[in-house]
């Protein structure tokens, strides 16, 4: 059973960044038939697409472009996690934001996390 | 990018009613279409992928057609449990969704 478990700060501040971390069980990382990707929900922008990386010989990352000199998704192998950073926030990132996975960069989502809320304010 | 237009915004039905949805594409998607069905305070559960496969796991009352432009999502009977909000997504080129179709009572 594939579970994907979200964890980290549920307010940031202006200016800073936003920070998550995906747990992922009963499936890899570094699995050759997945990719891992970040989306949010906002009642102004509804569903987001911002990012995903998926391990072929090599890691490969693939941005959104309206958050792509922000962004930054890291895989960690060894915790099997992989992380969100999204730096100077403001109120217009304030969101749900989830994890998904991609099966086999097939471009649909199969498996999802739970979603957290995260509030950007001073 | 691709951009989806879902209709209607909201939708009123009953039990047991047949119930279809549309989602049109501003470009050729061919069928990179996935449907999704969300609950208040869940995340999105897939429904259907490539306009017309049902994943595994999904009731057989929900049927997804189209290709190119223009598709659709029917609930032949809807039960207590379909009332939910349904996004479209494509996966032509990069991902985006519609703005989705609640389906109240």
């Known amino acids: 059973q594939i579970q994907l478990q979200l964890s980290g700060p549920r307010l940031v501040k202006p200016s800073q960044t936003l920070s998550l971390t995906c747990v992922i069980s009963g499936d890899s990382v570094s699995s050759y038939s997945a990719a891992w990707n970040w989306i949010r929900q906002s009642p102004s922008r509804g569903l987001e697409w911002l990012g995903r990386t998926y391990y072929r010989s090599k890691w490969h990352f693939d941005y959104a472009e309206s958050v792509k000199s922000r962004i930054t998704i890291n895989p960690d192998t060894s915790e099997n996690h992989v992380s969100l950073h999204l730096n100077s926030v403001t109120p217009e990132d304030t969101a749900v934001y989830y994890c998904?996975?991609?099966?086999?960069?097939?471009?649909?989502?199969?498996?999802w996390g739970q979603g957290t809320l995260v509030t950007v304010s001073s | 990018d691709v951009q989806l237009t879902q209709s209607p915004s909201t939708l009123s039905a009953s039990i047991g009613d047949r119930v279809t949805m549309t989602c049109r594409a501003s470009h050729n998607i061919l069928t990179w279409v996935a449907w999704y069905q969300q609950k208040p305070g869940k995340a999105p559960k897939l429904l259907i992928y490539?306009?017309?496969t049902l994943q595994v796991g999904v009731p057989s009352r929900f049927t997804g057609s189209g290709s190119e432009t223009e598709f659709t999502l029917t609930i032949s009977s809807l039960q207590p449990d379909d009332f939910a909000t349904y996004y479209c997504?494509?996966?032509?080129?990069?991902?985006?969704f519609g703005q989705g179709t609640k389906v109240e009572i």
């Open positions: 490539k306009a017309s």
């Open positions: 998904a996975r991609d099966f086999e960069v097939s471009g649909y989502f199969d498996y």
């Open positions: 997504q494509q996966y032509s080129g990069y991902w985006t």
